[in-house]
């Protein structure tokens, strides 16, 4: 057996558990105080930029991971947890990019309508809640 074959699902159910645990921490912690600050779109941002370095790195390997050890072994969940943590992927380049982007817009514009980036990022809250769930769903199913 070879190192890969053998440490591939720790590695995706560890990996898979740091995007779970950032998905959380920014549906449960982040955005409540981005709501108690009164919606500041530059702390958004700042979030923004952090979590999808972490996050894009931690769907790739997750998902890289899951899916070679179904290679590996032929386990339909390995498959299903591949699956799970890449929907994450595509999710947030066509569903979520269009709010990003307008969010990023008004960063950038010192006077923008604070109504508008509250709307949007409640929009954008609501739009992580898939990928907080995904990233979770396929960690609950690697692990039990």
């Known amino acids: 057996m070879s190192a890969l074959s053998r440490y591939a ?10 995007f779970a645990g950032l998905g ?3 549906n449960l912690l982040a955005v409540p105080a981005l709501r108690a600050a009164n919606y500041p779109v530059r702390g958004w941002s700042v979030l923004y930029h952090n ?4 996050g894009g790195w931690s769907i790739l390997i997750s998902s890289a991971a899951h899916f070679y050890t179904y290679y590996a ?20 380049l066509f569903v979520m990019m269009p709010t990003s982007n307008r969010l990023e817009a008004l960063n950038a514009m010192p006077n923008h309508d604070k109504n508008e980036a509250a709307q949007l990022i409640e929009n954008w809250c609501w739009l992580q809640w898939f990928r907080t769930i995904s990233g979770t769903a396929a960690l609950m199913l690697a692990v039990f």
């Not at 979590?51 to 972490?54: E, F, H, I, M, V």
């Not at 032929?74 to 947890?81: D, E, V």
Request: net charge positive; proline share 8%.
């Open 9 to 18: 699902q720790p590695i995706a159910i560890t990996v898979n558990g740091i």
């Open 73 to 92: 072994t032929k386990s339909p969940r390995a498959l299903y947890c591949g699956l799970l943590s890449f929907a994450s992927m595509p999710y947030t």
């Open 24 to 26: 959380l921490s920014v």
């Open 51 to 54: 979590g999808a370095r972490l």
